[in-house]
C-alpha cells in the first residue's frame, strides 16, 4: 500500500494501490510520491548510453545475435526421401552408407553454415546435391533445416555429430549426423524442412 497521503489536485494520486497516476508504460514513481512522464527519462538516458558507449553495446548485441542465430542445416538427398524425412522424420533406414563397411549405416549428412563461413549459401547448396547425385539416382532435392546454435554445439561435443571434410583441402566441411542426434534434429525441423527439389 502506498504511504504517501496524495495530492488533493490529482486525485489519482489519493489511491493507495494505483501505480504512476494508472500508466504504468507512460510514466514512472521513483520515489513513490510522484509520477513522471517517463519518455524524456527514458530518452535521455538511451541518448547517454548512445554516445557512451555505442561501440560497447553493439559489440554485445552482435555477441548475443551470434550466439542465439541458428545454426543453418542443407542436406541434399532424393526428393522422396526429402518428403520422408519431413513429414515422419529421421530413421536410419532411410539414409544409405555413404562408404559400405566405413561410414556407420543410416547417417544423415549435412553443411552448417556458421561452420562454412568462408562459403557462399550457393556453394554449399551445390556441395550437398553434388553429394546427394553421388548417393541417389532420380530427382534430388535439397532440405534447409536449423537448430539452436547450444544445441548443435552439445552435439558435437557429444560426438552424435562429427565433421567430415570429403575432397581436397578448402571443400566445405560435411557434417555427419549419428542416429542419437535425430531426435534433436527431429524436435526442431520435422514438418518444417524447407525442400527444394530439383528436377
Not at 66 to 77: D, M, N, Q, Y
Request: proline share 8%; aromatic share 10%.
Amino acid at each position: 500500500m502506498d504511504a504517501f497521503e496524495g495530492d488533493s489536485g490529482s486525485p489519482l494520486s489519493l489511491h493507495k494501490y494505483l501505480y504512476a497516476s494508472s500508466d504504468p508504460i507512460n510514466r514512472i514513481d521513483p520515489n513513490g510520491r510522484e509520477d513522471l512522464a517517463s519518455l524524456g527519462v527514458v530518452e535521455s538516458i538511451s541518448e547517454e548510453f548512445d554516445s557512451e558507449d555505442a561501440a560497447v553495446k553493439n559489440a554485445a548485441k552482435r555477441k548475443v545475435y551470434e550466439e542465439l542465430a541458428p545454426e543453418i542445416l542443407i542436406h541434399g538427398t532424393s526428393l522422396s526421401n526429402a518428403y520422408s524425412i519431413d513429414a515422419i522424420g529421421l530413421t536410419a533406414g532411410l539414409l544409405p552408407e555413404i562408404k559400405p563397411g566405413v561410414e556407420p549405416s543410416g547417417a544423415f549428412f549435412v553443411f552448417a553454415i556458421n561452420t562454412n563461413r568462408q562459403f557462399s549459401i550457393t556453394d554449399l547448396i551445390q556441395s550437398a546435391l553434388a553429394f546427394a547425385a553421388s548417393r541417389f539416382q532420380g530427382d534430388l532435392a535439397y532440405m534447409v533445416g536449423k537448430m539452436p546454435q547450444p544445441v548443435w554445439q552439445g552435439l558435437e561435443a557429444s560426438k552424435d555429430v562429427v565433421p567430415l571434410s570429403f575432397g581436397p583441402p578448402g571443400s566445405a566441411t560435411t557434417y555427419m549426423c549419428l542416429p542419437p542426434s535425430f531426435p534433436a534434429i527431429d524436435e526442431y525441423n520435422k514438418g518444417s524442412w524447407i525442400i527444394v527439389p530439383v528436377l
